[in-house]
T-cell receptor, first 115, second 114 residues
Framework: AQSVAQPEDQVNVAEGNPLTVKCTYSVSGNPYLFWYVQYPNRGLQFLLKYITGDNLVKGSYGFEAEFNKSQTSFHLKKPSALVSDSALYFCAVRDMGGATNKLIFGTGTLLAVQP | DGGITQSPKYLFRKEGQNVTLSCEQNLNHDAMYWYRQDPGQGLRLIYYSQIVNDFQKGDIAEGYSVSREKKESFPLTVTSAQKNPTAFYLC?????????????FGEGSRLTVL
């Protein structure tokens, strides 16, 4: 069965420092991977996705993610964190079983950027 | 502007009552989804619909029902059979493109059972 894991419930980083939010996946076949961000009491916003091609994917708000097939990881990164980046981040993988085209989400990682 | 509109944003319900959450989209997307979000559990799929007049159960469909009579609308009813309905409910639709399309989400509806 397809799954994603976000091993950290919370990540703390100082403003201006680089940030990494970790995600590992388990799928059969080639993975389709996504990152979303959620601000308090809001819906999720799409950040970026990996389907195929370059392992480094660039997305919205200066975020990027690196696909690593050998480590089955898709970590979200940003070179310089902003206080406004503080939010809940979700990694997701496309469920390739059947024709559902649904996403399977991780449990989320709360990013806290201190000024 | 195109998007997904969920209403109401906050809803309180007494035990034993059914309640319907509205989800409307003007993105012309075929596929629509309902997710439930609980703290520390991520998002879990309740129901999804790939086309008008068709819908399928997700992972936690018990105690919920849906309809898809129009492309734009995918309402979710939380019935009295749902044992723990207090949660944040998110509706989404998917961009065309087979497996690669990302989801667009509404702003969510927070249901509290008193």
């Amino acid at each position: 069965a397809q799954s994603v894991a976000q091993p950290e419930d919370q990540v703390n980083v100082a403003e201006g420092n680089p940030l990494t939010v970790k995600c590992t996946y388990s799928v059969s076949g080639n993975p389709y991977l996504f990152w979303y961000v959620q601000y308090p009491n809001r819906g999720l916003q799409f950040l970026l996705k990996y389907i195929t091609g370059d392992n480094l994917v660039k997305g919205s708000y200066g975020f990027e993610a690196e696909f690593n097939k050998s480590q089955t990881s898709f970590h979200l990164k940003k070179p310089s964190a902003l206080v406004s980046d503080s939010a809940l981040y979700f990694c997701a993988v496309r469920d390739m079983g059947g024709a559902t085209n649904k996403l399977i989400f991780g449990t989320g990682t709360l990013l806290a950027v201190q000024p | 502007d195109g998007g997904i509109t969920q209403s109401p944003k906050y809803l309180f319900r007494k035990e034993g009552q059914n309640v319907t959450l509205s989800c409307e989209q003007n993105l012309n997307h075929d596929a629509m989804y309902w997710y439930r979000q609980d703290p520390g559990q991520g998002l879990r799929l309740i129901y999804y619909s790939q086309i008008v007049n068709d819908f399928q159960k997700g992972d936690i469909a018990e105690g919920y029902s849906v309809s898809r009579e129009k492309k734009e609308s995918f309402p979710l009813t939380v019935t009295s059979a749902q044992k723990n309905p207090t949660a944040f409910y998110l509706c989404a639709s998917r961009t065309p493109g087979q497996d690669t399309g990302e989801l667009f989400f509404g702003e969510g509806s927070r249901l509290t059972v008193l």
